[in-house]
T-cell receptor
Framework: NAGVTQTPKFRVLKTGQSMTLLCAQD?????MYWYRQDPGMGLRLIHY???????AKGEVPDGYNVSRLKKQNFLLGLESAAPSQTSVYFC??????????FGQGTRLTVV | AQKITQTQPGMFVQEKEAVTLDCTYD???????LFWYKQPSSGEMIFLIY??????QNATEGRYSLNFQKARKSANLVISASQLGDSAMYFC??????????????FGKGTHLIIQP
């Protein structure tokens, strides 16, 4: 989707390694979200942010940290990756009532 | 209890037929929003349609309409005149709380729709 870019698109980690996923949007949106999608499931909310310098926990926050130092960027960190964190990660941003802008997803495998 | 229930794991439909994808939801909040997304095999999430709990009329967007039955807590997606390109996963989602609130979405498990020629 134009406007929301996730980096990287694919990654393989070893158990215990750390990494940061970057979500960048150029639409000046206040609200940004990180979701994970597991096989046979819908997306589940990890963390979200209502503006620069603010973050809040979602449904499944354990094992993840986030930061929103700049309005356009929302970072998702895994300090010590576990196989249970193997998933596809989606970032979304919005203005108004609808999450109309999702990133293309990051496929993370933890071995 | 699940907040969003999609009871059809998979559906096969003939091209040009209308399709109804079921979604029921559970909330005690009088203010909420209901959403439908399409996820093609390429993986991206595409927003289709939105319905607010206080909206008087059913939402429509081109070939998509949302059959909103508040008393039954039902928000079914109707696709008219289905096309081969409609083959995808479809997710129903809800946000509880005031319109425009910050909370994220709660998604159902999805329905895999396959359109047959």
């Amino acid at each position: 989707n134009a406007g929301v870019t996730q980096t990287p698109k694919f990654r393989v980690l070893k158990t215990g390694q750390s990494m940061t996923l970057l979500c960048a949007q150029d639409m000046n949106h206040e609200y940004m979200y990180w979701y994970r999608q597991d096989p046979g499931m819908g997306l589940r909310l990890i963390h979200y942010s209502v503006g620069e310098g603010t973050t809040a926990k979602g449904e499944v926050p354990d094992g993840y940290n986030v930061s929103r130092l700049k309005k356009q960027n929302f970072l998702l960190g895994l300090e010590s990756a576990a196989p249970s964190q193997t998933s596809v990660y989606f970032c979304a941003s919005r203005t108004g009532v609808v999450e109309a802008f999702f990133g293309q997803g990051t496929r993370l495998t933890v071995v | 209890a699940q907040k969003i229930t999609q009871t059809q794991p998979g559906m096969f439909v003939q091209e040009k037929e209308a399709v109804t994808l079921d979604c029921t939801y559970d909330t005690s909040d009088p203010s909420y929003g209901l959403f439908w997304y399409k996820q093609p095999s390429s993986g991206e999430m595409i927003f289709l349609i939105y319905q607010g709990s206080y909206d008087q009329q059913n939402a429509t967007e081109g070939r998509y309409s949302l059959n909103f039955q508040k008393a039954r807590k039902s928000a079914n997606l109707v696709i008219s005149a289905s096309q081969l390109g409609d083959s995808a996963m479809y997710f129903c989602a809800m946000r509880e709380g005031k319109r425009g609130g910050a909370d994220g979405l709660t998604f159902g498990k999805g329905t895999h729709l396959i359109i047959q020629p």
